[in-house]
């Protein structure tokens, strides 16, 4: 016999199936508690509301665990590359070399733009946040490649590979481009023989007439980068790709989607608050042990440290520190900033404060290092966030897509507006 979940409202029991995943997460089943009782279940920001069933990535929060379709991501990390891994997300398996160096080549194949897309760039303000650019310009990629964008699910899973090919691709060219020209420097075209990080760091920071050449090994950190953020289950942007594509929208129109919901700065944009905190904290001269002090008694607010989901260290978090260090060792920058970002490590991991409250480092704690170091100015952090989860982003798009019992996503809500009212038109003469 199934096991079955036992809901009492009054006097009345109400029975109702209990759903279990692979790693013993238990959920109870209440898809037909309205119809059964009349009630909805009341759960604001969904913490205890599981919004679909997938097979991509699993985290158990308080053991510190974060797999992408079984694999750790520790092991990831260290033997794979950010490409294999977004194939691992998109595909369910690990790809032959066959397979894996035919997906490179669709991917750095396919980094031009249309040229009817440049006017585009010129049509947003100087000011413009990357972010609000990124999103608008990847949505308008449906226009330029209308036949893989139809809005109907069978023929757009058809044309999946070529897609999402494109996007991957197009989306480093598109943030590149944002960058140069609020930078005001011209147009770089893509290298196919380079690696797709390499690739995106030379179309970004070249110069006039200067290429860029990586001697310190910043592509590689950077593809370190966007594998951790690959994927990491049912966040807010990830849940509003996939609220999206529930309607049947396509693929580039759902990613834009999701893109602005990461633009959020309790989401995408926490690195960018964390360098600020660093620099807010150097600048007063202080070697962070000030801070500390600070945020134990309430007067400073410490980021990077902390998350919804974890209760122990983000994984994440650790293969960045031990990155980061060897990143501005060879790069040769003595930045002040990450001994501060230690010591206030050191305080999280050592201070009772701190580990009683399970605030421990999270990924954005050293990402933004990483990212400053190589040369990323601080507005485009989330752009880079936003390159990274792309494979996610598309995988769990795909996921909805291929479910034939996939439907639209309507939540319920709890009313608390006025009662029915009576109409009374008002005299304009009086």
């Known amino acids: 016999m199934d096991p079955i979940g036992i809901v009492r409202l009054g006097d009345e029991n109400f029975e109702f199936p209990i759903m279990e995943g692979t790693e013993a997460e238990r959920a109870i089943d209440l898809r037909t508690l309205r119809s059964k009782t009349g009630y909805i279940a009341f759960d604001e920001g969904y913490g205890n509301t599981g919004s679909c069933e997938s097979g991509i990535t699993f985290i158990n929060g308080e053991k510190g665990i974060l797999r992408h379709r079984g694999y750790p991501i520790e092991q990831l990390a260290e033997q794979s590359s950010f490409l294999e891994t977004a194939y691992l997300i998109i595909y ?3 790809p032959s070399e066959v397979a894996l160096k035919a997906f490179e080549r669709n991917i750095l194949s396919n980094a031009t733009l249309d040229g009817k897309m440049y006017p585009i760039f010129e049509g947003f303000h100087q000011d413009s946040h990357p972010m609000a650019m990124l999103s608008s310009i990847i949505n308008s990629l449906c226009t330029y490649h209308s036949e893989y964008a139809t809005n109907n699910r069978k023929v757009d899973l058809e044309h999946f590979d070529a897609a999402s090919s494109i996007l991957m691709s197009k989306a480093r060219t598109i943030a590149a481009m944002i960058y140069r020209k609020k930078m005001g420097l011209p147009m770089m075209d893509s290298d196919p023989s380079k690696s797709y990080s390499e690739d995106f760091l030379s179309m970004l920071l070249s110069k006039p007439e200067v290429p860029y050449v990586d001697t310190c090994g910043a592509s590689k950190a950077l593809d370190l980068f966007f594998l951790l953020h690959a994927d990491h289950e049912q966040n807010c942007s990830t849940s509003t790709v996939r609220m999206v594509a529930s309607s049947g929208t396509n693929l580039f129109s759902s ?3 999701g893109i602005s919901a990461l633009w959020g700065p309790s989401h995408g944009g926490a690195n960018m608050a964390v360098i600020e905190m660093l620099e807010a904290i150097h600048a007063t001269g202080d070697d962070g042990t000030g801070f500390i002090e600070a945020a134990k008694s309430g007067q400073a607010k410490l980021m990077g440290f902390g998350h919804r989901v974890y209760k122990n260290y983000d994984p994440r978090a650790k293969i960045l520190g031990k990155s980061a260090v060897s ?8 930045d002040p900033l990450l001994d501060i970002a230690r010591r206030l490590e050191r305080a999280a991991l050592e201070d009772d404060y701190f580990v009683q409250r399970k605030l421990y480092p999270n990924v954005d704690f050293y990402s933004g290092i990483i990212l400053k170091a190589i040369g990323i100015p601080v507005e485009f952090f989330t752009v880079m966030f936003a390159l990274g989860r792309i494979p996610g982003w598309m995988a769990n ?4 897509a291929e479910n034939p019992k996939s439907r639209i996503h309507r939540p319920r809500q709890i009313y ?4 029915e009212r009576n109409f009374v038109k008002i005299d304009k003469r009086s």
């Open 327 to 334: 990143v501005l060792e060879k790069i040769g920058i003595n």
């Open 255 to 257: 990613i834009s989607a």
């Open 397 to 400: 798009w795909k996921e909805i």
């Open 416 to 419: 608390t507006g006025h009662n």
């Open 92 to 94: 369910g398996e690990l």
